[in-house]
């Protein structure tokens, strides 16, 4: 065995390694998914808010997640003449139920 044999295996076993972290923490932790749901939905209530023309203020997003259910809780400055329900968020929803694990997906507004 030559020396230069020796380095691409160790090379090709510290990826393999790598690889095999990576996939185990996304399976374990699963933030991915989460993240990306509480992205859409912070982009969609921004827009919301700017197309009403309104100085509401969204304050902070919960997550708590159960087997495949995600229920979201928006905390909200002011806000309560929008309106915000979940038809509004209707595309935002059935995209994350498409591209994430979740089958269902709950959105409550508590406003203060």
Known sequence: ????????????????????????????FDTTDSTK?????????LDLI????????LLKIEILKEDANLDLLLYMKGGANLGLSDSNYS??????????YYKNVNLTFTYS
């Open 50 to 57: 700017t197309l009403s023309d309104s100085n509401a203020m």
């Open 1 to 28: 065995m030559n020396k230069g044999q020796t380095s691409i295996e160790i090379v090709v076993f510290i990826a393999v390694v790598l690889i095999i972290s990576v996939v185990f923490a996304n399976l374990m």
């Open 37 to 45: 749901s509480i992205a859409k939905l912070k982009l969609r209530t």
């Open 91 to 100: 595309d935002v929803i059935s995209n994350i139920l498409d591209t994430t």
